[in-house]
């Protein structure tokens, strides 16, 4: 049952004048209810009340009082002053918890330096007892950038047991939502690059090292063909798909031209950047399919996969569908695309719509966590 909030003309007070406390709080006053807590000096010097004045005066400005209560742990606001009310026996599980911890700290820092001191005599080093609740309040999203070698290290240590010891649903739920939230972040990261106008050198780069994540199917990027076949090229970037065939990709950048205007007919024809784009990969396709042996001889050896070297897809992933005005754009560009026997157009924000569309489907086919 809750307790009744105590009236304003209940409430005494001792003033902040304990230089502990700093500059900046002295003259606060600390409120209670009832007798004074044995606890509470009358220079305002009580355990954990610096600490809690600082934290309330981040949370609500100065517009708060702090009032210690036998039982009662509430917020209420009125007026605009916010009444916060902190039990006796909150401020006891919070000293006991206190001297738990500086306690195993103490030993803990004992026993490490013993061990360095006199690595004969002593020679475990004994890790301090875990409180539970600490680690949910130390695992924010600003902690990861924070973590020191020795940190990684433990984790990479701690995970698999952790995992190991969960069950498979939650191992499940584990993996849907971190795989989930990695997606999201790389999503977000693609939306802002195709807007940024970076290089065809920098996108060659991004894609490169997140193709395998931003599209599914693939299990292998190949980079840079060495093969001596004459003067017959190759293509710098190809991808083994799940079923091992071989796909070659050519990279653009979002901001390359698809379309030209023919005023005269108006219908509009693929763009001179787009059109050798195309044509350079019809050549490698060409080149991969004559000296398909020499192909998969070279990535047997280089990668160890038996590929089925027959024809390759092409795809060049190239320019904005977004950038297109009218209707008519739309449908000419589909016309260009889906006429081409060999290869297909991906435009960026086509591969962007792939992988949040890839994202929703996790987000509805992954374990959901039960609501208590």
Partial sequence: MKSKLPHSKDLKHVIV?????????RG?????????PKQLQRDGAIKFGKHILETLG???GKEFRWIITPETDAISHSYGIYRVHTSMRLLDRMNQESFDRTRDIKNDIVRRFF?????????DR????YVPGSLAALLRDNVAPKLSGEDRDAL??????????????????????TQIRSLKELASELEAAISTGHGESWWQNFVRTKILIIQQGYIRAIEKMNIAVGNTKFPDFSLVTHDNYLDILEIKKPDTPLLKLDASRNNHYADPELSRAVIQVENYIENVARQADAVRTYILDNYGLTLKVVRPRGIILAGNAASFQTQKERDDFRLLAHGLKNITIVTYDELLARLRNYIKVLEESSPKRSKK
């Fill in 156 to 177: 990479q240590k701690f995970l698999p047991r952790f995992i190991a010891s969960e069950s498979i649903k939650s191992v499940n739920l584990l993996k849907a939502a």
């Fill in 58 to 60: 981040r949370r609500f």
């Fill in 28 to 36: 606060t006053k600390i409120y209670y209810v009832g007798k004074k």
């Fill in 115 to 123: 061990s360095i001191a006199y690595p004969l005599e002593f020679t």
């Fill in 17 to 25: 004048t304990n230089k502990s406390y700093g500059a900046k709080l």
């Fill in 126 to 129: 004994i890790t301090t007892v």
